[in-house]
T-cell receptor, first 112, second 109 residues
């Protein structure tokens, strides 16, 4: 059974719209992360959370907003979507920030 | 910014042979991870090292923080080893991982 659940697996959106990518982990981990992988760039770190607090933000655009309603949730809200936002977004978690993260299966976002 | 230079960018191996992948870092890194991304796009965690060498089956990884590099050795390659291998390094003190561009490995029968 997958321990890090990302929903949806595939997502198609129109330019200018808003979407929320869901991530839940059932590992009891305290740290959660978002990464992005696009055709143009290798994997990029986006955000890290520890105990539901934002610790690191390496995303320039404020259109990307992580949301942590529970300790084991870290959703990613993306507003004013652009075609360049098309990518696979991976959620990950680790017991604490100084340990290796495990990855979810990713959400493949296409913006038309 | 911090850079991770990964080589080679692509590699073909015959079944049963082996090779080494390498990542060079432009600054001091605290830890390194190696992942395999399989044909379905899933990221599989292979190793996490803060120093030294770890071995798991046919894979072995070394991290030399002082000389700013890490290697991943694959021996007795199997068809299922095909995929893209990424290293990711974390700079001392900032907990942010920077990824290499990946090595596309194809194992052929």
């Amino acid at each position: 059974d997958p321990k890090i659940i990302q929903k949806p697996k595939y997502l198609v959106a129109v330019t200018g719209s808003e979407k929320i990518l869901i991530c839940e982990q059932y590992l009891g981990h305290n740290a959660m992360y978002w990464y992005r992988q696009s055709a143009k760039k290798p994997l990029e770190f986006m955000f890290s959370y520890s105990y539901q607090k934002l610790m690191d933000n390496q995303t320039a655009s404020s259109r990307f907003q992580p949301q942590s309603s529970k300790k084991n949730h870290l959703d990613l809200q993306i507003t004013a979507l652009k075609p360049d936002d098309s990518a696979t977004y991976f959620c990950a978690s680790s017991q604490d920030r100084d340990q290796a993260p495990l990855f979810g299966e990713g959400t493949r976002l296409s913006v038309l | 910014g911090d850079q991770v230079e990964q080589s080679p960018s692509a590699l073909s191996l015959h079944e049963g042979t082996g090779s080494a992948l390498r990542c060079n870092f432009t600054t001091t890194m605290r830890a390194v991870q190696w992942f395999q991304q399989n044909s379905r796009g899933s990221l599989i965690n292979l190793f996490y090292l803060a120093s030294g060498t770890k071995e798991n089956g046919r894979l072995k990884s070394t991290f030399n923080s002082k000389e700013s590099y890490s290697t991943l050795h694959i021996r007795d390659a199997q068809l299922e080893d095909s995929g893209t291998y990424f290293c990711a390094a974390e700079r001392t003190g900032n907990y942010k991982y920077v990824f290499g561009a990946g090595t596309r490995l194809k194992v052929i029968a």
